[in-house]
């Protein structure tokens, strides 16, 4: 089992910009696959950026395509989300999730662990 820790969020202006990082312990971090989603107040739970294991494959939802990127440091046991030109449609508690078998999946269900999530909030 894997232990998956979120923090960089914050309070920011639209058009600001923050980087997750997702810190793991336990397991083995580099057979991971590693995806990050997110939860608006009274929205269902949604997909933003999924990473290969290797890190050199990356698949993100639309709306955020162009302004944020996923990248990831096996060394350091560290997921990172870049996200540039927030918008308050982005305001939600940000989660990170690790799947055993490491494909680009956009699907909450097929992720086996899960961090507690950090708050990002976009002013207008």
């Known amino acids: 089992q894997v232990q998956l820790v979120e923090s960089g969020g914050g309070l920011v202006q639209a058009g600001d910009s923050l980087r997750l990082s997702c810190g793991a312990s336990g397991g083995t971090f580099s057979m991971y696959g590693i995806g990050w989603f997110r939860q608006a107040p009274g929205k269902e739970r949604e997909f933003v950026a999924a990473?290969?294991?290797?890190?050199?494959?990356?698949r993100y939802t639309d709306s955020v395509e162009g302004r944020f990127t996923i990248s990831r440091d096996n060394a350091k046991n560290t997921v990172y989300l870049q996200m540039n030109s927030l918008e308050p449609e982005d305001t939600a508690v940000y989660y990170c999730?690790?799947?055993?078998?490491?494909?680009?999946?956009?699907?909450?269900?097929?992720?086996?662990?899960w961090g507690q999530g950090t708050q990002v909030t976009v002013s207008s």
């Open positions: 990473v290969t294991r290797s890190g050199d494959g990356t």
């Open positions: 999730a690790a799947r055993v078998v490491g494909i680009l999946s956009a699907s909450s269900t097929s992720y086996n662990f």
